[in-house]
């Protein structure tokens, strides 16, 4: 040691204070021989002792010296060898730390881009690989853990360290995309000399790597790190003991609190059982953590994955028998969670979805045996959740409901009853369906033979020149033959009526109430609309019976349309005679003894009638008297190429002459009062009147949610439809107050209806209504909105409460702005 101190000595004072270039050389040349592994010059311990004292001194003595005119003087060769070879030819966990801590502290200069350039052939030459080979074959003492921690520390954030510091100046070989694609194929180089050291019966260690994989993974990169490291390694590992011992050890090394994220991102990269498990190996038995990740985290909690996903990680599982009890426990936990009421009311359907996913898949892959003894816990398990699914109001979630009971009931009992549901297919019940099969299902059939191609020929039979066969014109199939017939043309023939329509509105009510014969029930259903906008007078005296008829009309023969036209018979009432047609309505909407499908058609026809009388009506739609003669008297202005008069039009167009003409002038639409601002009051208020009142047979606030969520949405659709009315701020407080009281539902459909209701409100209610009436539950409706465009499960409702916080915000907005003072005129 007392040898080397001096030359190093010498060394550093040459470089700080010497002004001949030569000099510099010599004593350059000098300490560089401390780092020539394969010259015998030196003793070995000298060398050793100079790495592992002296090395980074030098180091730091020659940055201090990157000013020095004997910098300049320095010749590229010598600049390259003894300069840059300095800091590439030693240790490179020193020479690595040395430059980096010297980058993040230089300014920009000359020096700087010399300092770079040498960082950067560091990393170009392979030297990060040594660095890692070196902490794989030294065993780690207590006193250098320091020194490892902040060596990690440096190789995972080199990008974000030299970008912080050098800005726009960042080189394109320090970006991310490319450092860390670097950074795994030299982790892989170093596993590789790791598995020939132990062919060669050398101990080594991988506990550093896993580190390195680890960190670099819980910061975000495990995409560009296994992009590069999972087919290297599925490749080495296909054939080769010794690197699948290698690979799980690995994976077993990495510290627990990085484990998710690489156990996460090798899943994501391998999409195959067989090589997830060939790089995982057992990890699962042996890591409290892992087992967390791969059988609750990636199944139940994280739902934004592929099937693919689903589909490795549920077969690495099912791969070994050792591995098995934790399918069964995963099919446990998904069939519990799939069946809980609490997990449909208040989780996303994507994240529903994505667990019936895993349900079906890993179902598919139990055997017979496992399946006998898992079929009473299952079937119970069907059960409830088939019933919770029906009860909720999303349509996509009661149809997800019967896939999966009717996948889970074909697999449980093959051979006995199944349970079969009438739904809507699509494309995510079309993927559940297919996820029971196996992927492996056999060759699909062989393609039938193309129509293109001639038929083989009977031997003997004669042919045409154009190859078709001859038949006999004397054959009994032939003279017996209709297929030279040509059919008659039936597509525009109607049904005979037997009954005719009723001609008035009495004769309706009668055939409605009294009738057996289902064509008279049929043809008084069909008239009923027209009669009654045809005859206002005589509707307002039977309006409200005509009403209570056809509101507890049952379709009892299964008629064609029933529903529309009973529909477009109590809009059309209610339009005509709206103020006692409509206090009926609200007021046996809360009555006892209606079911809720009847509920649903009066909150229905309400919304659709008061848009009708929201819409302007025209003048007149009628032609004149002498254009409708002139069309009976021709037969009709279809009948002729072209009417008469617009050829006499045309005539005198061409044969006038005109020296300019104006602009065409686009007569605009008529003005017409809002037929319905004056009766918002009736359709909106009695709707709020007994909502917080249970019933026998309805409980608005309790379990007939979807009642209430339609009724929170017709509220808004009423609300929008009385925009400029001057009610419209007095119902919009009402229904601010209403909807206060359901904002945190637990129910979707509810929620989505609040924020719906919400827009309704700031799009009707004018801006100083707004801030005089309502401007404090707009600052307590803004913080609830803002909460819940983060929290809420369901992506509509993020999105409806997103939408309602813009029109709050700009409605805000325009209302404080000052005024415009007035145009000055002179």
């Not at 010059?41 to 730091?60: C, G, M, N, V």
Request: proline share 6%.
């Amino acid at each position: 040691m007392d040898s080397v101190r001096p030359v190093v000595r010498q060394c550093i004072n040459t470089l700080s204070s010497s002004k001949d270039s030569e000099q510099v050389v010599q004593a350059l040349q000098t300490v560089k021989k401390y780092l020539d592994k394969e010259s015998n010059e030196l003793p070995p311990s000298d060398k050793d002792i100079f790495a592992t004292f002296h090395y980074t001194r030098l180091l730091q003595a020659l940055i201090r010296s990157l000013h020095a005119d004997w910098v300049q003087a320095l010749t590229p060769r010598q600049h390259r060898e003894l300069w840059d070879g300095l800091f590439l030819s030693g240790p490179p966990d020193q020479a690595f730390l040395v430059m980096l801590d010297s980058v993040t502290s230089i300014s920009p200069s000359t020096s700087l881009d010399r300092l770079l350039a040498v960082l950067e052939s560091f990393l170009q030459s392979g030297r990060i690989g040594d660095l890692l080979w070196s902490a794989c074959r030294r065993s780690t003492p207590a006193s250098s853990l320091q020194m490892q921690d902040t060596l990690l520390s440096r190789l995972v954030a080199l990008p974000d360290l030299l970008a912080n510091h050098l800005q726009h100046r960042t080189r394109p070989n320090f970006y991310p995309q490319r450092y860390y694609p670097l950074l795994a194929r030299e982790l892989f180089a170093a596993l590789e000399k790791t598995c020939q050291a132990l062919r060669g019966q050398t101990d080594c260690s991988v506990s550093f790597l896993a580190q390195l994989l680890g960190k670099v993974c819980t910061q975000g990169h495990s995409e560009e790190i296994f992009r590069v490291l999972a087919p290297s390694l599925l490749t080495s590992t296909q054939s080769d003991f010794v690197w699948q011992r290698v690979c799980w050890r690995l994976m077993e090394s990495v510290p627990d609190r990085w484990m998710e994220a690489v156990i996460s991102g090798l899943v994501l990269a391998v999409d195959e059982p067989t090589a997830l498990s060939r790089l995982m190996g057992n990890v699962i038995l042996k890591n409290k953590k892992a087992q967390f990740v791969l059988t609750h985290k990636l199944l139940l909690l994280q739902y934004k994955h592929q099937t693919s996903v689903l589909r490795s990680l549920l077969g690495y599982l099912a791969q070994d028998s050792l591995r098995r009890p934790f399918l069964i426990q995963a099919v446990k936990d998904l069939c519990s969670t799939w069946s809980s009421s609490s997990a449909v009311r208040h989780t996303p359907f994507e994240q529903q979805l994505y667990i019936s996913k895993a349900l079906l898949i890993s179902l598919g892959s139990l055997t017979e045996a496992e399946l006998r003894e898992l079929r009473p816990e299952l079937l119970q398990c069907m059960l409830a959740g088939v019933q919770c699914h029906l009860d909720s109001s999303l349509v996509q979630v009661r149809r997800l409901g019967m896939v999966v009971a009717e996948c889970l009931s074909s697999k449980l009992d093959p051979q006995g009853t199944q349970l079969k549901f009438e739904y809507e297919k699509d494309g995510d019940s079309e993927e559940l369906v297919s996820l029971l099969r196996p992927s492996s299902a056999g060759a699909p059939p062989p393609p039938p033979p193309s129509s293109s191609e001639p038929a083989a020929a009977v031997e003997g039979e004669p042919r045409m020149a154009d190859g078709q066969p001859v038949t006999s014109q004397n054959s009994d199939s032939d003279l017996d033959s209709d297929d030279d017939l040509v059919p008659f043309d039936m597509s525009k023939d109607e049904e005979l009526v037997t009954s005719p329509a009723p001609r008035y509105l009495r004769d309706c009510l009668e055939a409605l109430t009294s009738s057996e014969d289902p064509k008279r029930v049929e043809a008084a259903l069909h008239a009923v609309e027209g009669l009654v906008r045809k005859h206002p007078m005589t509707t307002r005296e039977v309006s409200v019976e005509l009403m209570k008829v056809l509101l507890h009309l049952e379709d009892q023969f299964n008629s064609d349309g029933f529903s529309f036209w009973r529909q477009r018979g109590m809009v059309a009432l209610i339009v005509v005679d709206a103020i006692p047609v409509t206090e009926y309505v609200t007021a046996e909407f809360y009555a006892l003894n209606y079911s809720l499908r009847q509920r649903l058609d009066m909150l229905e026809v309400l919304a659709l009638s008061a848009q009708e009388l929201s819409e302007p009506t025209a003048a007149s739609d009628k032609r004149p008297a002498e254009s409708a003669v002139t069309e009976r008297m021709t037969g009709g202005p279809q009948d002729g190429p072209q009417h008469w008069k617009q050829i006499v039009e045309q005539r005198i167009a061409d044969k006038t002459k005109r020296f300019s003409k104006g602009a065409n002038r686009t007569r605009s639409a008529a003005a017409a009062p809002n037929r319905f601002a004056p009766l918002a009051g009736y359709f909106f208020f009695p709707l709020l009147r007994n909502y917080d009142r249970p019933q026998v047979t309805f409980d608005l606030l309790g379990s007939d949610h979807l009642v209430l969520g339609r009724l929170v949405h017709t509220l808004g659709i009423l609300m929008y439809l009385a925009v400029h009315a001057p009610v419209a701020a007095q119902m919009g407080r009402a229904l601010l107050d209403f909807i206060w009281t359901v904002r945190h539902h637990a129910d979707a459909v509810v929620r989505q209806g609040v924020h719906f209701a919400t827009c309704a409100v700031l799009l009707s209610v004018p801006t100083d209504g707004l801030l005089s009436e309502l401007g404090e539950e707009l600052l307590e409706a803004r913080a609830w909105l803002k909460g819940a465009t983060e929290v809420d499960p369901d992506a509509t409702c993020r999105s409806l409460a997103l939408q309602a916080l813009v029109l709050l915000e700009q409605r805000l907005t325009k209302g404080l702005q000052p005024p415009e003072p007035p145009a000055q005129t002179l």
